[in-house]
């Protein structure tokens, strides 16, 4: 099997505070041209994470690759980052923000009109930054992680605190910088029905440790089935599954219960028939990526 190059790599690494560990020995794969959602319940270490990858923070163990080269000055120039609320001036304009930010790191003057277009502030972009909606803070604040031209960009929680069209904004955004600009991004976030509509892969962090990576399709594969049958003689039906290796359980006085990760219910079916047992009730339900989420990082938001 071929693996895609990763952008960011790291190996076993940790940061501790104290005597607590917020960060253990987590190992990140990042597909390079691709959307990976970071993701995990508030306190879970994303953040940290994102602080040890722009080096704000020194790691206690382990090691950073990015674009397959160890971390360094020249290999952070590649990054543009996204970290909390961007700071802005809102007596200046759109435009005289990214001045300000364009002069310290030394870009050329073009790469202004080429954010405010990549991020859809063309048109607003002589209006001063107290006019701006906070969308399009967040979106100018994507512009300055923009402009240095970046191969990556990393993000901490993009979407927090926006209104629906805001984040709908937002979204079509970042769909578009792998696809469109070749910049892998990676992205964290607390919210799993956001991160799966634009991601391809998925880490999830709980209390500091890896607890799943792999593509959205792997995680989908996790989903537990749960399969109702209301049988007469339910008792007998019952013994008959668990005896097949089934996990069966009694649900109801004369419903059986069905769960698993590739439940056939044709056969199930089949097979109690078979046995001389009265099917007369069928129900199918199945776990949402929220389900598999929550059981993943302790069962509770």
């Known amino acids: 099997m071929t693996y895609p190059a990763c952008a960011i790599e790291t190996g ?21 041209s691709g959307i990976y959602g970071f993701l995990g319940l508030n306190g879970a270490g994303k953040t940290t994470t994102i602080r040890l990858l722009l080096g704000l923070i020194k790691a206690d163990a382990g090691s950073i690759r990015v674009f397959g080269k160890p971390f360094s000055r020249d290999v952070l120039r590649r990054i543009g980052s996204l970290v909390e ?8 304009t759109g435009r005289e923000n990214l001045e300000v930010t364009r002069r310290q790191i030394g870009a050329p003057r073009s790469r202004i ?5 990549l991020v859809r502030l063309t048109a607003d972009a002589d209006r001063l930054l107290g006019e701006y909606s906070l969308g399009m803070r967040q979106r100018l604040g994507l512009a300055l992680a923009l402009l240095s031209s970046p191969d990556l960009l990393i993000l901490d929680e993009p979407t927090n605190g926006l209104d629906p069209a805001g984040i709908r904004e937002m979204r079509d955004l970042l769909r578009s910088m792998p696809r469109e600009h070749g910049v892998t991004v990676f992205l964290s976030s607390h919210l799993l029905n956001e991160v799966e509509q634009i991601a391809e892969h998925v880490g999830i962090i709980h209390e500091g440790e890896m ?28 013994e008959f599954l668990r005896a097949t290796g089934l996990d069966a359980r009694m649900d ?33 339900q199945q776990d949402s990526l929220e389900d598999i989420f929550l059981t993943l990082t302790g069962g509770k938001q």
């Open 12 to 32: 076993d690494l940790t940061r501790r505070f104290g005597t607590r560990t917020v960060v253990h020995r987590l190992n990140l794969r990042v597909p390079e």
């Open 211 to 238: 607890v799943f990576q792999g593509s959205l399709t792997e995680l989908r594969e996790r989903k537990n089935r749960q399969f109702r049958v209301g049988v007469r003689g339910p008792h007998e039906a019952f």
């Open 252 to 284: 109801g006085q004369d419903s059986i219960c069905i769960r698993g990760t590739a439940i056939d219910a044709s056969q199930i079916v089949r097979m109690l028939v078979q046995d001389g047992h009265e099917v007369f009730h069928l129900s199918f």
């Open 113 to 117: 009109d080429h954010a405010l277009m």
């Open 85 to 92: 609320m961007p700071s802005l001036y809102s007596h200046l």
